[in-house]
């Protein structure tokens, strides 16, 4: 049988069909026939990738148009990438097999800050320069998009242009900008990144200069091209129910992640907890009507053949059709045999009742995330949910047959003292005291509660964007309280490392100084700092030392009248609201949500979703 | 209710699908075309699906077989092109045959025809009829059990040289496989690195013709 030099590499490498493509509903298309060769690249392993709902959306609507053929792009794992390397071999797409480096556009999408020394390691092995300034018009045009998208500045001289916000509608009107670039002979990137620059929600960031002030904060940062807006606003879907949603989804050989259909029930967050910044970037909420859920639900079962499906969003208890949505998705997964699998729901006796019909046999573990030990906490990061509400919900569980219990906990919140980290012990106490002042006979046997702690992070687009991050001592400190103070043995404690969140809260808030750290990073051998067995703290330690920057810098409180790197970027959210926001967190005062009254953060501006209900 | 034996080709995109995961694809292809799939009775029921002789990573072939039951009454055409329909591209079914019992046994498989594509960095070193004249063949063959001395040649049934398609080598082999023994291609290029070792075989890639009764026949 023919063979060539790829099959030499795929013979040795684990799970070979990461890089072989051809699943089903993947896209064909003869490069002839098209003017655009579009790769949309995942920045980690293809089972992480393929369980993104924002990839799906994104090639689905660029395939559908007949001039543009998007393909997808994983970062290769280190057994393949070491063999690649060795012969010669560049990083290539998987539904043509072809070398990226020949393509028309990169499409990156960022969705976590420990992917940036994968973006710049796969450019690297694609053969392209990885600065944007040294890629001439005869390279891809490199664009990125995503929630770290709001604030790439640390990997802002990687990319040609960012589109903020949801890219359903800007996705196409900056490859139909690219194409009339193209067909007028290529000539002078500047002029199409001066064309792009025009389009709301495009952000060029060789359009602005930043200046410093001596102290290292910045002095301004200001466009440098008539093309480019002073402060550059995202995009959203007006009109959510009727966004496009593919009706048919890739279905890969070997398992993924998330390996079903996703169902996205609506975009945006009522609740304004202060710490979240999807909460705040996704608003205004927008839903889709359960009648349009329940088509879409069907068509993707019966085009992807999968016997799972779920619900995808914040907040899912807040969707005002959950009932008629559950009603009509049990209806179709009984007939069809296939299972529903929920997300995390506020408990009470609807949501019980549907777990009781979901889950027949197995009573799977339930997550409750009340966030801060103390109400004090709570309410500082408004979290609108208090001790009754846990304790009365636990009861519930337990009663109906329920053993297997988690907590989710943030260590390091602003304001947060000892008390708040024993507060943590005392309601995980009093959560196992629910189950115990139920009757032997009447609750079912082997408790199991499981406390989870992580780390707080101050990202941008937050209330708590100004605030100090924990060092990395004082972490391991509030773990080891929590250690102490978590008496029983029915209680486990489960804790996240401190060394990632380090690296994530410099990346989350950093800045343009960051980017040759990031290159010296990957220098060193940096990638996949996700993962465990890749993640490296030393080497990142030495290249932040070679580069003479010093990390703990960018983990301290910012002044309110500092200039922050992403000032120049909205995401419809005033700064005047986030200062509110902060000033009320430290008198622990709550915001009510967006459906109990208005808060007035500036997103009505959008002029629909929640903000018009 | 109907059961049907299939006889289906696996191309070079699909071939690096494990057995597992190919499995998990026939069912969603299933489920896409609508069909209604026998379940297995019992506790955690499962769709009644047989595949003889299932194929090693990375290997294409020709006819591959497979036993499946539906709810429905179909005819054998129609099954096969709603397989067609749904199955992704690579994967061919090329015959369905309607079965009320055994008449296809998949237990008759004993043997498998391959043609093997071989990069030799010295291919005047490979003879396969010096080989097949030593009285034993032993290499280490992996079993359940761990690594073992074993004598392959009495699973080589036939071994000849042919032109190669890729590589600078070809083979076609006539292996046993099925219930009672199997030897796969790569045990035999093993053997062949070890008893003519003036070459090494750097790279091979095996393509499987046919499943075989021990009259070198196919079941259909």
């Known amino acids: ?613 | 209710m109907s059961k049907f034996v299939i006889k289906y080709s696996r191309g070079d995109r699909v071939k690096y699908i494990s057995h597992l995961d190919f499995v998990r694809m026939f069912h969603r292809a299933v489920r896409r075309s609508g069909l209604d799939f026998m379940f297995s009775q019992g506790f955690n029921p499962h769709p009644i699906m047989t595949v003889a002789v299932p194929l090693s990573v990375g290997v294409t072939a020709d006819g591959e077989y497979m036993n499946v039951g539906f709810e429905t009454t179909l005819n054998e055409n129609e099954l096969m092109s709603i397989l067609n329909g749904v199955l992704p591209s690579g994967f061919d079914v090329k015959t369905v045959k309607k079965t009320e019992g055994k008449e296809y046994d998949f237990n008759l498989i004993e043997r498998a025809e391959y043609i093997l594509d071989i990069e030799c960095d010295n291919p005047n070193s490979i003879d396969v009829d010096s080989l097949m004249s030593n009285t034993e063949i032993s290499v280490l063959k992996k079993t359940k059990s761990g690594e073992k001395e074993t004598d392959i040649k009495p699973l080589i049934h036939s071994l000849e040289r042919i032109e190669p398609e890729s590589g600078n080598i070809g083979i076609r082999a006539i292996l046993a496989a099925g219930n009672m023994a199997t030897l796969k291609p790569e045990t035999l290029v093993d053997a062949i690195n070890k008893y003519q070792p003036d070459g090494k075989i750097t790279f091979f890639a095996a393509h499987r013709k046919a499943l075989l009764t021990k009259d070198n026949k196919e079941l259909l």
């Open chain 1, 1 to 613: 049988m023919a063979f060539n030099e790829r099959d030499k590499i795929l013979t040795k490498v684990q799970k070979p069909t990461r890089y072989t493509g051809g699943e089903i509903n993947s896209v064909m298309k003869n490069p002839a026939d098209v003017d655009v060769r579009y790769g949309f690249v995942f920045p980690d392993t293809y089972e992480i990738g393929m369980s993104h709902l924002g990839i799906k959306i994104l090639y689905h609507t660029l395939n559908e148009r007949s001039d543009t053929w998007c393909e997808r792009v994983f970062a290769p794992w280190s057994d393949m990438e070491a063999l690649m390397r060795e012969n010669g071999e560049k990083l290539f797409a998987l539904e043509s097999g072809d070398e990226v480096i020949d393509f028309d556009i990169l499409g990156i999408t960022l969705q976590y800050e420990l992917c940036y020394s994968n973006v710049v390691n796969m450019l690297d092995l694609a053969g392209i320069p990885v600065l944007a300034k040294d890629r001439d018009e005869s390279y891809p045009i490199i664009c990125g998009g995503g929630p770290c998208a709001y604030n790439a500045e640390p990997v802002a001289e990687v990319f040609d242009f960012f589109m903020l916000g949801e890219g359903e509608e800007l996705i196409h009107e900056t490859t139909d900008i690219y194409i009339e670039w193209k067909k007028s002979g290529k000539k002078d990137k500047k002029s199409f990144l001066e064309k792009l620059a025009q389009l709301d929600g495009v952000y060029v960031p060789s359009f602005y200069d930043v200046l410093y002030k001596d102290d290292g904060t910045i002095k301004s940062i200001t466009p440098n091209n008539p093309t480019a807006k002073p402060v550059v606003t995202k995009r959203i879907m007006a009109d959510f129910d009727k966004t496009p949603a593919p009706d048919k989804i890739i279905v890969p050989f070997g398992e993924v992640v998330h390996d079903r259909v996703m169902l996205e029930v609506f975009r945006g967050c009522i609740r304004g907890c202060r710490f979240c910044q999807a909460g705040y970037v996704y608003r205004p909420v927008r839903e889709r009507r359960s009648e349009t859920l329940t088509k879409l639900a069907e068509s993707l079962l019966s085009s992807s053949g999968y016997d799972e499906i779920s619900l995808s969003s914040l907040s899912t208890s807040d969707y005002r059709e959950l009932k008629c949505l559950t009603d009509n998705l049990l209806r179709i997964t009984e007939e069809k045999k296939i299972g529903l699998s929920l997300p995390s729901l506020r408990i009470d006796n609807f949501s019980l009742e549907l777990m009781n019909k979901v889950q027949k046999v197995r009573k799977t573990g339930i997550t409750f995330a009340p966030e801060a030990g103390t109400q004090r906490l709570r309410d500082v990061i408004n979290k609108n949910i208090n001790e009754d509400n846990i304790l009365k919900s636990v009861k519930l569980l337990f009663s109906g047959g329920w053993t297997n219990v988690k907590l989710y906990f943030m260590i390091g919140l602003p304001t947060e003292t000892d008390t708040d980290v024993e507060g943590i012990a005392e309601l995980s106490e009093k959560v196992l005291g629910e189950y115990f002042a139920i009757p032997k006979e009447e609750r079912a046997k082997n408790i199991n509660i499981t406390v989870s702690t992580s780390s707080f992070i101050p990202k941008p687009f937050t209330a708590f964007q100004w605030e100090k991050q924990n060092t990395r001592e004082e972490i391991v400190e509030k773990q080891d309280i929590l250690k102490r103070t978590i008496k029983s043995k029915r209680i486990r404690y489960n804790w996240h490392d401190n060394k990632t969140s380090y690296l994530e809260g410099i990346f989350a808030r950093g800045d343009r100084r960051l980017c040759k750290v990031i290159l010296e990073a990957v220098r060193l051998g940096c990638r996949f700092d996700g993962w465990d067995e890749h993640f490296a703290f030393d080497k990142w330690m030495q290249a932040f030392a070679n580069c003479g920057v010093d990390p703990d810098w960018y983990l301290r409180k910012r002044e309110y009248d500092e200039v922050l790197p992403w000032d120049h970027i909205s995401v419809g959210i005033t700064k005047s609201f986030f200062l509110k926001e902060s000033e009320k967190a430290q008198r622990a005062e709550t915001t009510p949500n967006c459906r109990e009254k208005c808060a007035g953060c500036g997103v009505a501006s959008f002029k629909t979703g929640g903000c018009y209900e």
